[in-house]
């Protein structure tokens, strides 16, 4: 009975992550509730579940230090909620006691009692709306860590991802060719003429196909290797892998060409870009110190000749130009974006403005001459920075790195666990994920586009799956 409701449990899940990516990337307002909930309540379930068996779980080391991360960091942002007195406000955040002064001050003007206290965030809506986002992904990460402790369960996440991968592709293929850019029927005249599947932004669209593509090759990997014993030749394990695991086989193949697809389509440079180098880091740290570099570099220029070679063969008119140039407007309003969450951080140095205030605190950083003011900035470290002070960013970015690095240890390190093949090539899989998030967070906000953080924390909750003590 306890087995039946862990795997309803893990069904869930899987139905969740299949569900996140469809309404706009749940970054629209109505999909919130739909967003948080889910995850909270299967985390809880499933942390009830194991809580009253006969065999507690053991954390791995990455799993601990990515955990003691996410609690730090849900720590901070409820600290930013906080109602302070003005006198101790003023001594943490003089800048945000600046603004509550003068926002009392022009309530009380207008007859509206603005209250005493106020918290260190200068938007407490926008922040509580982060804070459960945050919740929200931190609870799937753990039950993700609970729930996906075997390799049935790994191989089920990862085909079913990739799945939506290649589903997105189609979607996106298939809007495009019609020329149209909907997405379930609500046209996209933000940005037109290029493939976006059911997100908004195709930059967005292109980092959710870069992050499950691993989880489909990691499918054919499971294939090939599983089709002869271990030590066979490469002849007898093709033999057996047409006769014994063809179709799984293919399916991986089949959907990670369209999660590449997906990103060429979508023409983001940025992911492009991040998947070669994530392919590349992680090729080299697998690799001994003496190969390494070089392995490196095969793994860049063998994709990028492949990329080359699809876009030449498979690209669309206007695809090749734009991967060749970039506009210098566009540059610029990037630089600016990510100038503008520096100088908010030097305006907000050790708490923030608040997580989620980036669009309301940048209007007076002055970072851009132009017209138009970006919501997020260009590069997710930047805003971190920004809106959740040193703070924050210390206790997001450190665990994040030491969890990744404790990871690598643990699958590829002369020290690492005993494990089987399978084990240790998710790991790798789901490094790549990561390392292809962390290069796209530098010139983009993926972060902050719910579907894909919330992606990213199951894969590497997987990854780091707690063991039976």
């Not at 665990?399 to 790798?428: D, I, Q, T, V, Y």
Request: proline letters at 5%; hydrophobic letters at 55%.
């Amino acid at each position: 009975m306890r087995n039946a409701v862990e795997l309803a449990l893990f069904a869930a899940l899987v139905a969740f992550l299949v569900w996140v990516p469809m309404p706009f990337g749940s970054a629209s307002d109505a999909s919130q509730p739909a967003l948080i909930l889910p995850p909270l309540a299967i985390c809880c379930a499933a942390a009830l579940l194991r809580a009253t068996g006969k065999h507690p779980l053991t954390m791995t080391r990455p799993g601990r230090i990515w955990t003691i991360g996410g609690v730090l960091f849900v720590l901070v942002i409820a600290l930013q909620l906080l109602p302070l007195p003005p006198a101790l406000l003023a001594l943490i955040s003089p800048q945000s006691a600046a603004i509550w002064s003068r926002a009392t001050h022009v309530a009380a003007l207008a007859g509206v009692d603005a209250g005493a206290n106020h918290p260190i965030t200068i938007d407490p809506q926008h922040t509580a709306l982060h804070l459960y986002r945050v919740l929200a992904y931190f609870a799937t990460f753990l039950s993700a860590m609970i729930l996906a402790r075997d390799t049935a369960r790994r191989l089920a996440l990862a085909a079913v991802l990739a799945c939506v991968g290649a589903f997105e592709a189609l979607y996106a293929v298939h809007e495009a060719a019609l020329g149209r850019y909907a997405i379930w029927g609500w046209k996209n005249t933000l940005i037109f003429g290029r493939a976006s599947g059911t997100f908004v932004n195709p930059n967005h669209f292109a980092h959710y196909a870069a992050i499950v593509l691993p989880m489909a090759l990691y499918v054919s990997a499971y294939a090939w290797h599983t089709a002869a014993p271990a030590g066979a030749t490469f002849g007898r394990r093709f033999v057996k892998l047409v006769e014994r695991r063809f179709f799984p086989f293919a399916f991986g193949a089949l959907t990670a060409i369209g999660c590449m697809t997906a990103v060429l389509v979508s023409e983001s440079r940025g992911a492009l870009l991040a998947l070669i180098g994530g392919f590349a880091i992680v090729g080299a740290l697998a690799s001994d110190k003496e190969h390494a570099a070089l392995r490196g570099i095969l793994i860049a220029v063998g994709i990028s000749a492949a990329v080359v070679a699809a876009l030449f063969v498979f690209g669309r008119p206007g695809t090749m130009t734009r991967f060749q140039t970039s506009q210098a407007s566009q540059v610029e309003a990037r630089r600016d974006s990510i100038v503008g969450g520096l100088r908010i951080w030097e305006m907000f140095p050790i708490f923030g403005s608040g997580a989620g205030t980036y669009p309301d605190v940048v209007l007076i950083t002055r970072a851009s001459a132009g017209e138009t003011l970006a919501n997020h900035a260009h590069d997710d470290y930047a805003e971190i920075l920004g809106t959740t002070g040193a703070l924050g960013f210390v206790v997001s970015f450190v665990p994040l790195l030491g969890g990744f690095a404790a990871l690598m240890r643990n699958a590829f390190g002369p020290h690492g666990e005993p494990m089987s093949w399978r084990r240790r090539a998710f790991k790798a899989a789901a490094l790549t994920s990561i390392a292809i998030a962390m290069i796209h967070a530098l010139v983009d906000f993926n972060f902050f586009i719910p579907a894909n953080p919330i992606t990213l924390a199951a894969i590497a909750g997987a990854a780091v799956a707690a063991r039976e003590s």
